[in-house]
T-cell receptor, first 112, second 114 residues
């Protein structure tokens, strides 16, 4: 009963370092998403994908990259970490547009 | 563009008190409306949803009615429990090209004390 799984749960990065947040879902969903949640704010969409091989920018894509080589996996890459990227990151998926979106448990990232 | 406004928190209630969390929205067309709940240290979970005007979503004793005339989707529960302590997010998804994503409010933190 895994649903959406993301790793790592916690990470501290130094300015300028790179890292990848991993996300996988076992529900055979077509749509996958990455959101970030800043303190006291709602979630903002970073990138999304409507299927393997297809990705597109959301509201706040700068500083991030994604890929979708399989239906199950949707990793998020931070190339040059900046303090402004300190946030909680949520991966999510849905079967199709308009369907219920299921979220992972979140990844807490601090850039110092 | 789309936007969601929900009441500022935090909200602190005693157990068995009545809960209302206000949510209003701005959107083009006829959006679907959602309430998500985030328990401490966890991801967001869908609590309830409504897809058209006058629909009532309900789950776990929570209810919300889609009011198009007032562009509102207020969350209510008649008798809260300590286990309801969480952050509650109102969200919308509007039809058309942007319906692949949700627009979220800022969240309302609820603390229920025994």
């Amino acid at each position: 009963n895994a649903g959406v799984t993301q790793t790592p749960k916690f990470r501290i990065l130094k300015i300028g370092q790179s890292m990848t947040l991993q996300c996988t879902q076992d529900m055979n969903h077509n749509y996958m998403y990455w959101y970030r949640q800043d303190p006291g704010m709602g979630l903002k969409l970073i990138y999304y994908s409507v299927g393997a091989g297809i990705t597109d920018k959301g509201e706040v894509p700068n500083g991030y990259n994604v890929s979708r080589s399989t239906t199950e996996d949707f990793p998020l890459r931070l190339e040059l970490a900046a303090p402004s990227q300190t946030s909680v990151y949520f991966c999510a998926s849905s079967q199709d547009r308009g369907n219920t979106i299921y979220f992972g448990e979140g990844s807490w990232l601090t850039v110092v | 563009g789309n936007s969601v406004t929900q009441m500022e928190g935090p909200v602190t209630l005693s157990e068995e008190a009545f809960l209302t969390i206000n949510c209003t929205y701005t959107a083009t067309g006829y959006p679907s409306l959602f309430w998500y709940v985030q328990y401490p240290g966890e991801g967001l979970q869908l609590l309830l949803k409504a897809t058209k005007a006058d629909d009532k979503g309900s789950n776990k004793g929570f209810e919300a009615t889609y009011r198009k005339e007032t562009t509102s989707f207020h969350l209510e529960k008649g008798s809260v429990q300590v286990s309801d302590s969480a952050v509650y997010f109102c969200a919308l998804s509007s039809p058309g090209a942007g319906s692949y994503q949700l627009t979220f409010g800022k969240g309302t933190k609820l603390s229920v004390i025994p």
